[in-house]
């Protein structure tokens, strides 16, 4: 009889600092949710990659999505006018004004944003007990991804100037807003804008090198992207034309596994075991063991990339939006703080329709 020892498909993590979860189980709603992204979205992916240089109206989705019904949420929603994109200051009925979240959306850093993101972030601020600044964030191929990672900087100031102090925000994103999340702490902790209380990210883009992903069981496994594809995307990343101007660079996109994470705030990485991002996860979570940074690293099985975007009819993003809001509540102080509320949070909790900062 052949030995089961070696079959385990979750390599064991060093557990010093990693908090490892393994989610088994997964409802029928996932099961239709995975078929159909293969039926669709990865036809679509395939499409993509075998034409890349058409015009994809990608920049629309986002606007599409907000024509769109969807089901109605109960929270209150203002505009927010940073210096170079628009955001959204989103708090679901009862949130706490003591902290906060800063959230990045996915989207391959080139299309969705606010409107395709909204019920989850909504989601997010009631499980969090928090309110959510999501930011628009400048995109590809028009702008550098450096500059959606100065949107993200210019959240955290608006955050500060709102009377959110750095042990009060956590920084959020999915796939490559998970990337943003690691970037922008990052950044922002090297410059001393800020040092978040936390980092949460779903299926995050986390290595830019596609070597591992390429060689992966999932590779093949995915419902919703292609080897083909990700070549094409590493390819693009690579040889995207960006903005001419003395600041400007052509060098290669920067890894968040590759950077120093010695001074990172607790995180929390969210993914399905089936997704062509999983070893992004898993070696981000190795990364940051090995630098002494506590990680709870939660792998779903049977989801597709960034399944709690579909959390309004799927089980299993609702319970995964729960885990990053008890996470975020516990990085954070809870509501029997006593914050700064002089100038700062009275500010926060009445954002009026169009803020400024630069």
């Known amino acids: 009889m052949q030995s089961t020892a070696n079959k385990d498909p979750h390599p064991m993590l060093p557990t010093e600092a990693t908090r490892r979860r393994i989610h088994h189980r997964h409802s029928p709603q996932s099961i239709a ?33 907000g024509l769109l019904p969807r089901i109605r949420s109960s929270a209150r929603i203002d505009p927010v006018q940073l210096e ?28 969705c944003g606010l409107n395709t ?38 959240g955290l100031r608006w955050l ?25 702490a990052l950044s922002a902790i090297s410059t001393y804008v800020a040092k978040p209380a936390g980092i949460a990210t779903i299926s995050p883009f986390a290595d830019a090198d596609p070597a591992v992903k390429l060689r992966h069981r999932n590779s ?55 997704e062509l991002l999983l070893p992004d996860a898993e070696l981000m979570a190795q990364r940051l063991d090995a630098a002494g940074i506590r990680c709870d690293l939660h792998l779903w099985d049977g989801q597709i990339h960034d399944f709690p975007l579909a959390a309004d009819i799927l089980p299993e993003g609702k319970r995964a939006i729960r885990y990053i809001g008890d996470f975020v509540k516990q990085v954070t102080p809870g509501r029997d703080a006593s914050p ?8 926060a909790a009445s954002v009026p329709a169009a803020t400024k900062v630069g």
């Not at 979205?41 to 599409?64: S, T």
């Not at 906060?100 to 080139?110: D, P, V």
């Not at 500060?160 to 922008?184: C, E, H, I, K, P």
Request: glycine share 8%.
């Open 220 to 274: 093949r496994k995915c419902s919703m992207f292609t080897r083909e594809a990700l070549s094409i995307f590493t390819q693009y990343l690579g040889e995207v034309q960006l903005p001419t101007g003395p600041e400007t660079s052509s060098g290669p996109i920067v890894s968040p596994v590759d950077a120093d994470l010695s001074m990172l705030p607790p995180v929390t990485i969210h993914a399905s075991s089936d």
């Open 340 to 347: 700064d509320t002089g100038n700062g949070m009275a500010l």
């Open 117 to 154: 993101h909204r019920s989850l972030v909504a989601r997010l601020s009631k499980a969090a007990d928090a309110a959510v600044l999501t930011i628009g964030y400048r995109k590809l191929p028009a702008h550098r991804i450096t500059d959606a990672i100065d949107d993200g900087l210019c």
């Open 160 to 184: 500060q100037q709102s009377g959110y102090d750095d042990d009060r925000v956590v920084v959020a994103g999915d796939s490559a807003g998970g990337y943003l999340a690691f970037m922008t």
């Open 33 to 65: 949710i995975s078929l159909a992204s293969r039926l669709i979205v990865k036809n679509a992916v395939r499409a993509w990659a075998f034409q890349p240089n058409l015009h994809w109206p990608l920049e629309y989705v986002d606007g599409l999505a």
């Open 84 to 111: 170079h994109c628009t955001a959204e200051w989103v708090r679901a009925p009862g949130a706490s004004s003591s902290r906060a979240i800063l959230y990045l959306h996915g989207g391959a850093f080139l299309t």
